[in-house]
């Protein structure tokens, strides 16, 4: 299967900073990316939808300037979460869409990002 | 709304035994069903999906079960493993669209 991968694989930041997370697709090249926040023992929530080339698409309630997202090149896709509180605190997981077999496009995950806002 | 409903939120299964998630959905333009596994402070990896077009699809000790006329898709487990304790999620998509739609997850745990 495709791979991605995110970047770091955890962070730890202090209150009022800003951490720019990383996701890559390494082995094809993607148009659409998504981002989730996962918090503990629950599902996947999708905060964008980011597109190359253009802005992102936000889901209700998700704050576009607290979250920005830039997908600069059909192979990554970056989060910035800026000026970081703890209830930011959660698992970040990025996936990218490519198109599967007869067409089908098909979502694949990269491993997460655990961020920790002290 | 939830566009996927998945059952049950938690499962525990013996060593050896079948493990059984459901999944329901309403959006008939839906035609991808894709199940997903995620083990703990890791990303959902795509463990096996499948097209309306098509009753069933097995890929070694999982199965897809899917009943178009009821709006319904399972995941069937043989034989499971301690291995296979994970949290488990459906989705649904339609392939004129990008979004997927998940199903809340399904923790599962094998006891060996």
């Known amino acids: 299967g495709a791979v991605v991968s995110q970047h770091p694989s955890r962070v730890i930041c202090k209150s009022g900073t800003s951490v720019k997370i990383e996701c890559r697709s390494l082995d094809f090249q993607a148009t659409t990316m998504f981002w989730y926040r996962q918090f503990p023992k629950q599902s996947l929530m999708l905060m964008a939808t980011s597109n190359e080339g253009s802005k992102a698409t936000y889901e209700q309630g998700v704050e576009k300037d607290k979250f920005l997202i830039n997908h600069a090149s059909l192979t990554l896709s970056t989060l910035t979460v800026t000026s970081a509180h703890p209830e930011d605190s959660s698992f970040y997981i990025c996936s990218a869409l490519t198109s599967g077999g007869n067409s089908y496009n098909e979502q694949f995950f990269g491993p997460g990002t655990r961020l920790t806002v002290l | 709304q939830q566009q996927v409903k998945q059952s049950p939120q938690s499962l525990i299964v013996q060593k050896g035994g079948i493990s059984i998630i459901n999944c329901a959905y309403e959006?008939?333009?839906?035609?991808?069903f894709p199940w997903y596994q995620q083990f703990p402070g890791k990303g959902p990896a795509l463990l096996i999906a499948i097209r309306p077009d098509v009753s069933e699809k097995k890929e070694g000790r999982f199965t897809i079960s899917f009943n178009k006329s009821a709006k319904q898709f399972s995941l069937h487990i043989m034989d499971s493993q301690p291995g296979d304790s994970a949290t488990y999620f459906c989705?649904?998509?339609?392939?004129?669209?990008?979004?997927?739609?998940f199903g809340t997850g399904t923790s599962l745990t094998v006891i060996p």
């Open positions: 959006n008939t333009a839906f035609d991808y």
């Open positions: 989705a649904a998509s339609m392939n004129t669209g990008n979004q997927f739609y």
